[in-house]
């Protein structure tokens, strides 16, 4: 039985004191409840806040990037080792923001997550395709290709340290959900693909969660899908009433 997992993805948003008070509410609003696994991935410059904020309770920490190496020269950075030094669990690799935006290809991202695993980081490692691929029928494809060359030289035992967000491109931000569905096709593609690569029961272990525009109003729908196993909030992470309706959306799947 995989237990449902929610995290928000805070993005390039919050401030120091406005990070501290919604890690606040959402530890208040949990209220040591661990019957969900709920983590919140602040901005780097307010790991330390957030997580002196989350300190005692069940939420987790995490960052929402890393670059694959340890030290050194690479302006700009922040490798997995200074993540677990700043109190993190977990860091989201391969959003399709930095696919996108910043040009990470599958090979880095494969890269940033050997790293992180081998910090003891359990990645969160985003796949998805656009809209052009969805309308030219090309989804299980790019699911295909980012989950092969994402988990490239990933062993079971490695595996059993990740979760793979499903977030479709065309649904991140836009207020767009991908119906319960079409989410649950595409987790089973992945979950298909996985157990290619990783094994059966690796697979069937592997929490996948669904990400993109997903609210209080789509939660229960999409929650109650054999194959979705949480969800990844972006916007809606940012209201705590909104990322805790999710988490009791979650908690209600028996
Ligand atoms: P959204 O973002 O919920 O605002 O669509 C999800 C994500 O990008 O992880």
Known sequence: M???????????NTTAIGAELLAAAVVKGLGGDTSVTVAVCPPFP??????????????GLGAQNCYHEKAGAF?????????????????????SERRHKMGEADACINKKTHAALAAGLQVILCVG?????????????????QITAGLEKITAELLA????????VWAIGTGRTAT???????????????????????????????????TPKTADGLLCQPDIDGGLIGGASLKPEEFLAIV???KKVP
């Not at 302006?75 to 959003?95: F, K, N, Q, W």
Request: overall charge positive.
């Open 248 to 250: 009791a959306a979650a």
């Open 75 to 95: 302006t700009g950075e922040v490798s997995p080792e200074m993540l677990v030094d700043a109190g993190c669990r977990y860091v989201i690799l391969g959003h």
């Open 129 to 145: 395709e656009t809209l052009a691929e969805r309308d030219g029928a090309k989804t299980d494809q790019v699911l295909d290709t």
């Open 180 to 214: 319960p569905e079409q989410a649950q096709q595409a987790h089973v593609t992945i979950r298909k693909r996985v157990a290619q690569l990783c094994g059966p029961a690796a697979a069937q272990a592997l929490v996948i969660q669904y990400g993109g525009s997903l």
């Open 161 to 168: 340290k990740m979760v793979i967000a499903y977030e479709p």
């Open 46 to 59: 307010y790991l330390f806040r957030v997580g002196q904020a989350l300190a005692g309770s069940p939420v």
């Open 2 to 12: 995989r237990k449902k997992f929610i995290a928000g993805n805070w993005k390039m």
